[in-house]
């Protein structure tokens, strides 16, 4: 008797999951987004908290309230502190001693300590831009993420072709990182003219700032993917259907994050 075989999902078998959780995650984002202030900033802290939490378990901290309590309060409110403070200074010095604390009391690396530490900083510049710069600016650095990480998920399956860091991300390609630059710039260039009647004329082609960010977002994908593949893990979680860990779904956006303001300075509206 000849065994039937069992239908696969196939390389889009996890579409569906991934739209539901995207839809979902996109309309509580929005509204936060959208009321701004206090609401917004609570949703960074939580995205904070699981970041924390999950590079405590990437660095291969045991679970029990340490990890799975004190640490992603001490990452929220980290974030909290830092917004209300208001000073750069002052929240760097509350990071460094936050992280140093999660490194001592979960045994971990030093490179896992830094990268919770870049996790906090850039929640936190996230929501300098949505108070510094507006809603706009903000959806605008979401989208370039965004639109970075679809057209290369769609990219990446349809043509394939050589992997762009294989030893690291082997599912990442040529063809989707390149095509991610695409989106990206193309985003830049549809949202151009809202930036400039809303009065906002950086001092870089919007196009090119867009390309950087994406190219920032693709390098937090793949410092992440490299932490995994230390850890020996697929995911860092499984907190988001069909997307892993908090982390697999803003990887892309912690890099973002951290070159928007420093990519402003070195263009010279920031001093």
């Not at 949505?130 to 990446?156: E, Q």
């Not at 072709?161 to 990442?172: A, M, N």
């Not at 979680?237 to 697999?248: A, E, M, N, R």
Request: hydrophobic letters at 60%; glycine letters at 14%; charged letters at 10%.
């Amino acid at each position: 008797m000849t065994k039937t075989a069992e239908p696969t999902a196939g390389k889009w078998g996890d579409l569906r999951l991934r739209l539901i959780s995207a839809a979902v995650m996109a309309v509580v984002a929005g509204i936060d987004i959208w009321l701004g202030g206090p609401w917004f900033l609570a949703l960074l802290a939580l995205i904070s908290a699981g970041m924390v939490w999950e590079a405590a378990r990437l660095g291969g901290a045991l679970s029990g309230p340490l990890r799975d309590v004190a640490l992603p309060i001490a990452g929220g409110a980290a974030v909290g502190a830092g917004a209300w403070i208001g000073v750069p200074v002052g929240f760097a010095l509350l990071g460094l001693v936050a992280g140093a604390v999660w490194a001592l009391a979960a045994h971990l690396k030093h490179r896992l300590a830094f990268y919770a530490f870049f996790c906090m900083i850039a929640a936190l510049a996230l929501y300098g831009i949505r108070d510094m710069f507006g809603i706009v600016v903000l959806v605008w650095v979401i989208g370039v993420v965004i639109a970075s990480d679809v057209m290369g998920y769609f990219a990446g399956r349809v043509f394939g072709g050589p992997k762009f860091w294989p030893k690291v991300s082997p599912k990442k390609t040529w063809s989707g990182t390149v095509a991610g630059w695409g989106g990206a710039a193309l985003l830049g260039w549809v949202l151009n003219a809202k930036l400039l009647a809303g009065g906002l004329d950086l001092p870089i082609s919007l196009v090119l700032f867009s390309v950087i960010l994406a190219f920032a977002a693709q390098m937090g994908d793949i410092v992440e993917s490299a932490l995994k593949r230390k850890a020996g893990i697929k995911d860092s979680s499984s907190l988001i259907p069909g997307h892993g860990g908090v982390l697999d779904r803003f990887d892309g956006m912690i890099g973002a994050a951290l070159v928007f303001f420093p990519v402003l300075f070195v263009a010279g509206l920031m001093g």
